[in-house]
């Protein structure tokens, strides 16, 4: 939806040839991208999975924002994603976007959540280690 919502904006709310049309755009991609790449990775390397999460995330500071955050939660916004970018103006439709970027305060609970994870079991490779020594103990 963000990246949706970005490439409708500087689509519409920003002139030809402005610079900042394509670091907008690579931007809303590379953030989902650091997402699904974080969590894919969690399957060989849980510190990478950390890094890329981390890369993804931001802090929400605005007073207004928790409400909009439950808003965007909803079922019904999910419903009416796309034809909300056709009906706020640039100010409303910037916000929104800055309330989904926030949305990334769920990653900051992923992330404690990676690195409680990799504190307390490890990465892959301590897992494998320790596999691999239970079983030569359960061997003699």
């Known amino acids: 939806m ?3 919502y970005t490439y409708y904006f500087v689509q519409h709310y920003k002139e030809k040839g402005d610079r900042t049309i394509d670091q907008m755009v690579q931007s809303a991609r590379s953030g989902k991208q650091n997402i699904a ?6 399957m060989t390397s849980l510190e990478t999975e950390i890094k890329l999460t981390n890369v993804a995330k931001a802090n929400p500071s605005h007073p207004r924002y928790e409400p909009m955050r439950q808003y965007v939660q909803t079922d019904e916004f999910a419903a009416q994603y796309a034809e909300l970018m056709q009906r706020l103006n640039e100010e409303e439709l910037a916000n929104l976007c800055i309330t989904l970027i926030h949305q990334a305060y769920m990653l900051h609970k992923l992330l ?12 892959i490779r301590e897992q494998m280690f320790q596999a691999r020594l239970n079983y030569r103990k359960g061997q003699n």
């Open 2 to 4: 963000l990246y949706d």
């Open 37 to 42: 790449e974080g969590n894919q990775a969690a």
């Open 112 to 123: 404690e959540h990676q690195q409680e994870r990799f504190v307390t079991q490890g990465g």
